[in-house]
């Protein structure tokens, strides 16, 4: 159970760090130096393929990853050191260093030249080069905005499995400007789920099945729900495409998120281990409901088959806050919801039995941004 250095993705860190904390739960993270990477002591090998299986903000793991700010080393001592690393962490089989850059580049250091003398001198020492298909990979990873490097060993691959070009909103056979995008539908499904054995996860209003698609993809138990029938029809319809046919495990419904006692299948009473909300915006077009209550009465119904553990995103439309919070925005910040007013919002998830647990922004575009809440069923007396 040694330490690793997991490695964000670039899009959005902090989003990514929560993600990777939801789906390794036993695990103690760390900050670095650098945002994109983390610090995970106690995790098993089995924990992290399984998270990286799924995992929306998450590249790779590299095994007992070092890391070192550029501005205290050069060349010389940084190629000591990566020797000695490798010397102390021997692999079998035949390898390939790949170096990459994140954050921008680190002015005169080129991570290619860096590569190549080091797999030049890992050969010498016997090591097999094979640059197609490597049984290893040792990364070497600059950060240019700590100005920092990482390497180590990559567990797996090192390629993370979430590929967001593969399946584009825009390319489903049934597309609605709601749709939410994939990977940050993948990503909401993890925080508020957790790890991929947790138990089922319950999408509401599934619109065209944004969230469903990514647990679906995910082997998680899943259900997607719709008070309207053309939605719920485009959800199934986008379901077996993105799944290659139907699939036992996910399916739509039409029905009503406020009474979700009244849908899901018994076993699943008091199991559902996540939900992921992204509620109809202003005056509910397809209800009869005003939004606000429309998600007070969708949060209780929630918590009624909700598993002791369970977890929500819920994804609101906010005017952007500048400048664009990078890390969880404090969830004593007045949001300034499109629809709504944050105190509101913030009183009804406590009243339906949750506690928040964090708050993240994400730009949309110059004038709009996405609030992502995460809460967990609190306690009952
Ligand atoms: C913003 S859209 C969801 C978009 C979705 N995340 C996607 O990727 O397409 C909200 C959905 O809530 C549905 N809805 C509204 N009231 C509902 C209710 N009471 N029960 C279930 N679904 C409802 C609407 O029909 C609409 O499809």
Same mark, same amino acid.
């Given at each position: 159970m040694g330490d690793v250095l997991a490695c964000l993705r670039g899009w959005h860190p902090a989003l990514a760090a929560a993600e990777l904390s939801a789906l390794l739960p036993n695990a103690e993270l760390a900050s670095t130096p650098a945002v994109r990477w983390l610090r995970v002591s106690r995790s098993t090998h089995e924990e992290r393929r399984a998270a990286l299986a799924v995992a929306s903000g998450l590249q790779c793991f590299l095994d007992e990853g070092r890391v070192v700010s550029v501005s205290e080393t050069d060349e010389e001592a940084w190629f000591a050191s990566a020797i000695a690393y490798v010397e102390a962490h021997p692999v079998e089989g035949s390898f390939a260093v790949r170096g990459w850059s994140q954050g921008g580049k680190i002015s005169g250091w080129s991570l290619s030249r860096l590569s190549r003398r080091l797999g030049g001198a890992l050969h010498e020492r016997g090591y097999t080069v094979d640059l197609e298909h490597p049984e290893r990979v040792l990364a070497l990873i600059g950060d240019g905005q700590a100005q920092h490097l990482a390497w180590g060993w990559m567990e797996g691959?090192? =390629?993370? $499995?979430?590929?967001? @070009?593969? %399946? %584009?909103? @825009? #390319?489903?056979p049934f597309f609605k400007p709601v749709s939410l995008d994939p990977m940050l539908a993948r990503l909401a499904v993890n925080v508020a789920? @957790? /790890?991929?054995?947790a138990g089922p996860v319950v999408d509401p209003m599934t619109g065209t099945g944004g969230f469903l698609i990514e647990a679906a993809l995910s082997n998680r138990p899943s259900l997607g729900i719709d008070l309207n029938s053309e939605m719920a029809h485009g959800a199934e319809a986008n379901l077996v495409w993105a799944c290659d046919g139907p699939v036992d495990h996910a399916r739509v419904v039409r029905g009503d998120a406020t009474r979700l006692a009244d849908l899901? /299948? #018994? $076993?699943w009473h008091g199991a559902v281990a996540g939900f992921v909300l992204d509620p109809p915006y202003g005056r509910n077009s397809h209800g009869n409901m005003e939004s606000l209550s429309l998600l007070e009465a969708c949060l209780r119904s929630a918590r009624g088959v909700a598993a002791p553990t369970a977890g929500f995103v819920l994804i609101l439309p906010v005017h952007p806050i =500048?400048?664009? /919070?990078e890390t969880a925005v404090p969830l004593n910040t007045e949001f300034s919801l499109l629809h709504g007013d944050w105190e509101g919002v913030r009183t009804l998830i406590e009243a339906t039995g949750w506690t928040l647990q964090s708050a993240h922004v994400e730009r949309v575009h110059r004038s709009l941004s996405r609030l992502i809440l995460h809460a967990r069923c609190a306690p009952q007396d």
């Open positions: 691959d090192g =390629q993370a $499995a979430f590929s967001n @070009g593969e %399946r %584009r909103a @825009g #390319e489903r789920t @957790g /790890p991929v054995d899901l /299948p #018994e $076993a =500048q400048p664009h /919070p």
